[in-house]
């Protein structure tokens, strides 16, 4: 059986076909540090967000949650101080509660978020700061767009399964391969899905492959 990885992200990768759902832009055109000693993002976007808007948010130690997010603070020059081992979700603000609580942290974070860590951090008097310096925005394709049958559909985050199902209905013929639990808890409940080993586009990708390699066995 013949099937074709479709990847929601923004980020074009070989052997499959790109179909972002979702774009960036800026609400923030300035970013005080002032008040803070340590930042927090939890996207490359947030990163490159924050460096087109203030380049100085370099000289402040970061904690990064993902990997990816570490390789683009690193990339652009900035120092990675801590890496979370949990991508998202309620083990990141108990990471936070051990290691920062004596941290002025600044969260630098898109309009929409899938987990409220200050709300968490509050109920451990730990006060984090928060500043919205992006949003994502869906975009839109024409029905001629829509994945073929038996399609390997990549979910990246929450946005992209909201954003998809504004363009597109789900056939009963595709598999949805999800980037973490905190993604996964977006799908409708008739979606059938499979969650990535890691929160990577990489270890998405590789769930997909092995997702192939049974399909064509059969």
């Known amino acids: 059986m013949q099937r074709t990885i479709y990847l929601l992200s923004p980020l074009v990768k070989e052997e499959t076909i790109s179909l972002p759902m979702i774009e960036f832009s800026l609400v923030a055109d300035s970013i005080d540090l002032s008040s803070c000693n340590t930042l927090m993002f939890t996207s490359k976007q947030a990163v490159k967000s924050a460096e087109e808007i203030n380049p100085k948010w370099k000289e402040l130690p970061c904690l990064a949650i993902g990997s990816a997010t570490a390789r683009q603070i690193k990339s652009l020059g900035g120092t990675v101080c801590y890496q979370s081992t949990s991508f998202y979700g309620e083990s990141l603000g108990h990471d936070i509660i051990e290691k920062f609580h004596n941290k002025k942290i600044l969260y630098l974070r898109p309009k929409e978020i899938s987990f409220d860590s200050k709300a968490l951090l509050a109920k451990h008097d730990i006060v984090l700061e928060e500043q919205i310096i992006y949003e994502t925005h869906c975009k839109h394709y024409p029905k001629k767009e829509k994945p073929i049958k038996n399609a390997i559909i990549v979910f990246t985050s929450p946005s992209t399964i ?57």
């Open 162 to 218: 909201e954003c998809f199902f504004k363009n597109f209905v789900w056939d009963e013929s595709y598999t949805a391969i999800v980037i973490g639990k905190s993604t996964k808890n977006h799908l409708p409940q008739y979606v059938s899905f499979v969650v990535a080993n890691e929160p990577t586009i990489d270890a998405c990708l590789h769930k997909a492959n092995e997702i192939l390699l049974t399909s064509n066995s059969k």
